[in-house]
Each structure stands twice: as C-alpha cells, then as structure tokens.
C-alpha cells in the first residue's frame, strides 16, 4: 500500500545525500534508470534488489551519500 | 531483573522460579491433554510464544542496543527456510531444524551486521531494510523452495514443550546476557556512543554481538513458526 514507493524514495534521497536537494534529483535518476536497466537487461524479480544493494554499496563506500558533505563530529 | 543485578540472588528464590515454571508448563500441557484447550487456543498459545521471542530478540538490538534495525522479518525467513528444508525435504529431526535455522540466521545477521553498524540512525535503518528485502527477493525467486508461493505442505512438529521451551531459553539468555559484563558495555553503547568507545569498548564488536543474537532468535522464532502454520511465504512478513 505504497510503502515500496515511499521505500525508493527515501532511498533516493539517501543515494544523493539527506538535505542536498540536487542529491535527491540525481539519485531519482540513478534509481530510476536502474531499475529499468535490471528490468529491460536482466530479470525484473530482482528489480527491488538490485536498487537496495546499489544503496547499501553507496552507503559502505560514501556513507553521506553521492553529493555529502563530511563534517566533523563534535563531542 | 535488569534492575537488580547487584542482589544475592539466594538458591531458594532460584528454586522457587523453577517450580513456578514448571507448573505452569504441567498445567497447560495437561490442559492441552485433556482437551480444554481446543484447537484456536493452542494456535493463539503458539502465536504468544512466536511473538514474545520475536519482541525479546528485536528489543535486544532496537531497545538495549539502539541500533534501529528494520531488517527482523528476514532473519526470520532464513531461519524458517533453513529449518523446514531440513526437517521436510533431507527428513532431518525437528531440533537438527530449530539448530540450523537459528545457526543460518546468525550468520545472515553476521554477514549483514559487520558492513551496516558502522552507519547511524537513518542510514542503518535503510541498509538494515534493504537487506530484509533483498533475503525476500532471493528467497522469493528460489524455485526448489517453492518461488513466490511459498512453502507448503509443512510437516506440523511445534508443540507447547516447544514452544515453552524455546520462549524459557530466549528470556533467560537475553536477561543474562544484560546482567553481564557485555550487557552494561551494550547499554554504554546505547547511552555515549563516543564515551564508551573512550572507556576502552569495542563498540562495533558489541554492536554485532547484539544483533548477532538478536537474528538468532529470530531464526528461532521463523523455524517455530513455519512448523506450526504449516506454510512460509516471505511476504507475509516484509508487507508491513
């Protein structure tokens, strides 16, 4: 009952980085265009899984996301 | 319990809690035997005990630990599936069951928690979600576990002694856990994330014992579950 959709685009917001409104746009993009290279080149049952593991390897690598800023922990 | 972990506590009160639980184990069980308790009653009796070992084990990452991990409902699938592949298709007893699917969770929650407790808040309740989904997506596309139907025609093994037992043992190991040493470094780690790892604690290392255990459970409670609704079906789980 749209808690996919709300799920991609929380995601999105993720990949681009939260608070960066170009992120957003740019992982809109990205998500976009993945799911539909998995479903039209692979096997679309994978669909949801492939944009998940992309997400999980972008927050392994850049955890604040695509456009993220690094800032410093204040103690 | 938590509270008072500095008491003596006396052999007496000990035995005391043992005859308590045992009567009420004979009680239900003879209830049972006797036909009081019907059919309904014994699905509701395996729903509580299902449910309180789920809450147990979620309430050792999301509450002791304060990780926010949406990722529960996949352990249990694994666990599920690796013990009804067990008892249904290679015939092995139910505990071979309960043992590998409780095994196979913990090491999804190893193999998952290692990589994502280095992320915070918002960021590790995505990844802990975006791997739930992806243990539903490959499960789902398993053909020999039956594919988006799900497994059925389960072989019905969970009893109340099962049942009873299962939810004894997940209380008691989480209490003692907490009342350890490694449970007061899991709370520092929940309270000062930064203060703890000050104090000397390897908060990574404390962070995935918990979920560690935490999956465990779960897949306790997936193998408990599927051998006593007589069907698994992932989405049943992740629909939330």
Redesign the interface.
């Known amino acids: 009952m749209g ?1 996919i959709p709300g ?1 991609k685009a ?2 999105a917001a ?1 990949l681009g980085g ?1 608070g960066i409104i170009p992120g957003a746009m740019v992982g809109g993009f990205v998500m976009g265009l993945l799911e539909t290279m998995v479903s039209g080149y692979g ?1 679309s ?2 669909r ?2 492939v944009a ?2 992309v ?2 390897l972008i ?2 690598i850049k ?1 604040t996301g695509l456009f993220g800023k690094n800032t410093g ?1 204040k ?1 | 319990v938590i509270g008072n972990a500095g008491k003596e506590k006396t052999w007496l009160s000990f035995i005391i809690e043992v005859i308590v639980l045992a009567a009420l184990f004979t009680l239900v069980q003879y209830a049972i035997t006797i036909g009081l308790v019907n059919q309904s009653y014994q699905i509701n009796l395996a729903s509580m005990s299902i449910n309180i070992i789920l809450a147990v084990s979620l309430n050792l990452i999301n509450g002791f630990t304060g990780q926010l991990s949406l990722g529960h409902a996949g352990f249990m699938a694994v666990g599920a599936y690796v013990s009804v592949i067990l008892t249904n298709m290679l015939d092995m007893p139910f505990i071979a069951g309960i043992i590998a699917g409780c095994l196979a969770a913990g090491v999804a929650g190893f193999l998952i928690g290692v990589p994502t407790l280095r992320l915070k808040g918002d960021y590790l309740a995505i990844a802990t979600l975006g791997f739930g989904e992806i243990i539903r997506v490959v499960l789902q596309n398993i053909d020999a576990v039956g594919g988006p139907a799900g497994i059925l025609g389960i072989t019905k093994m969970t009893t109340w002694p099962w049942l009873y037992a299962a939810v004894i043992v997940t209380i008691l190991v989480i209490v003692n856990l907490m009342n350890s040493s490694y449970g007061r470094a899991i709370i520092s780690v929940r309270e000062d994330e930064i203060a703890s790892e000050l104090m000397g604690i390897n908060t990574t290392r404390y962070k995935v014992l918990a979920f560690v255990i935490g999956a465990m459970f779960a897949g306790l409670a997936g193998a408990l579950y599927a051998h006593v609704f007589l069907y698994y079906k992932t989405r049943k789980h992740s629909d939330f």
């Open positions: 808690i799920l929380f995601v993720v939260i096997n049952l994978y949801d899984a998940f593991g997400l999980i927050l392994l955890p922990e103690v």
